[in-house]
């Protein structure tokens, strides 16, 4: 998967791009009228080896890319799991017979730790999903 970007900053070890991020809809061509297009303007620290730090200067545009596998992991992460131990939760909590704000409050807990398991192992997961720069 790639990205279009900018590069705002080089540090040593560390370039910062800017990337847009669009929603499926902004290749729409009535999305200008609907409403519902979004588009959010992201920066990214992307660590790079210290030797190349001359290849980039402000202002470059630059292509930013994660492995395709690495995606589908991250959203797999991100979007999957939680969805399935909400719904999990909720079903569960349910048919246990407890009262609509105990589900409610139990089911949210339960993402609450995911969440935190997810902080936790942050460092590790960030190993996992590498990004690179190249110039355009």
Not at 50 to 73: A, S
Not at 98 to 124: D, N, T
Request: glycine share 6%.
């Amino acid at each position: 998967m790639e990205h279009p970007g900018i590069v705002t900053a080089v540090k040593p070890g560390f370039v910062t791009v800017q990337i847009e991020s669009t929603s499926a809809c902004a290749a729409c061509a009535a999305h200008s009228k609907c409403g519902f297009a979004e588009s959010k303007t992201k920066s990214l620290d992307i660590p790079i080896d210290e030797n190349f730090n001359d290849n980039f200067k402000v202002g470059d545009r630059v292509t930013v890319t994660i492995d395709h596998t690495r995606g589908l992991l991250a959203t797999w992460w991100a979007y999957v799991v939680p969805a399935v131990l909400l719904m999990g939760a909720v079903v569960g909590f349910t048919l246990a017979e407890l009262p609509e704000p105990a589900v409610i409050l139990l089911s949210l807990a339960v993402l609450a730790v995911y969440i935190l398991i997810l902080f936790l192992l942050r460092k590790k997961l960030d190993s996992q999903f590498t990004l690179t720069v190249s110039p355009c």
